[in-house]
């Protein structure tokens, strides 16, 4: 290991001890306030500290690390207003700290298992595996991006419980996302998804949902458990959630807010913004409802990607609210010290793209086994199920040209690359190789031709409309976004 990492290492691990303590603190710390409000005011000093070191030594835009400073600060808040309100259970303020803070976001994951891996292919391993088990859902959505449905297709238990088991085992994960179709809704063998949480009980689960399965007895479960956060989906209030979701949708959403509220559950929401809704997403009516009112813990916004049932370009929303969203998002991380991450526009959170398996970045299995680099590529080049089949694991799936390409294509955009010595790294607020950088994105599909998810994915790769409209969209962006790049993040 060399010098620099081996600090690196020894700091975060100090930094995660440290967090070990607390947690086992607060059940008296969070009685007195005086003492926990003094604690979080000297833990986000040491944040604004060391990003000032970080900046002094000039390796990456001094933007990009006041944006994470920001963002580690609204992670610190959230957390600490969570615990000092008493609204996470004891199992879940033990998990959060110890496993998803101390473990996956400061540590980074095991070390050993690291440690070989970067020994055999020269690089940290992905730090955690999206999976989708099921494609079934209970809801029909115009534009779902994973076109489901009531089919039955799903991962076997065997394997679903072989990813994770194996992720931490060769990588090191301690963190996992499950999406869907709907996960809750996942059964094979008898089993279900919060065996799946309960069994890996020393990792961390973050759970996408539509949330109308949350009844009490659910909310009881997952407060126990303490290792799962979910985020239910909403498209902005009442009438906008509904009409994309189906009528008594919202109020069922309520009732889950109200059981996970109850039970102690630390959960947030997550947003599809379309052209239609992306002011109404982030107007203040919305953000208080949801921050205030419904005490959401974080929220995940994703700007429309035209994949999925009916795609359409006439959804994303215009460059223009994008660069408005942009403003908006930070601001209410800065000023409001909200926890909110908008994908793209928060890709300085990431350092740019976390797809294919970057080190520090992830990749998907779905439902059918089938890979693919992000949850928003739906081109597969590879298949878990014949993976395990030929008795092989996740590092020969790691090894695929395609996700190397890909892979590449990052750090020829700027991941791990010293910013003041190899020249300034592209635009990080315009992370994305398929919505930022079709071009790039189209040439590495006709390369490697992974196998289209659905039907959807097929036509649009062959539409010459498609290519022609995202490349345009595409320009439109970086008109309107390189500048701000260059005068917010690289001066
Ligand atoms: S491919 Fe796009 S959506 Fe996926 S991780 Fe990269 S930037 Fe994010």
Redesign the pocket.
Known sequence: MDIERERNYQRRKAQASRVRTIARLIPVIKSIKPVAYHLLSSWEKQIRKNAEIDIAKGHEPPGAIRDRMEIGVAVLRTIGRAIIEDRISSATIEKLLNILVGEAIIKQGDKAAKEEFRARFGSAPPAFVLISPTKKCNLLCTGCYADSDRTEIKLSWPVLDQIVSEARELWGCRFFVLSGGEPLLYRDEGHTIMDLVEKHSDCFFLMYTNGTLIDEKMAKRMSLAGNIMPAISVEGLKERTEARRGRGIFDRILKAFDNLRQEKVFFGISVTITRENAYEVFSDETIDFYFNQQKVNFAWAFQY?PIGRAYTLDLLPTPEQRRWMFQRTWELVYDRHHFLID??NS?TA?K?????GRSG??LVVNWDGSIT?????PYSPININDIYNQGQNLNQIWEHPFLAD?RKW?KEYGYSKNHSKEGPVKNWIM??????HFRDMYELLQKHHPKPLDQNAAEALSDPDYYKGLVEYNQRVADLMDPIWEEKYIR
């Open positions: 990607m994908f793209w890709g990431t740019g793209c976390i797809a294919a970045g992830y680099p992000c949850a928003f590529i890909l990052q992370p994305c190789p398929m919505r930022d």
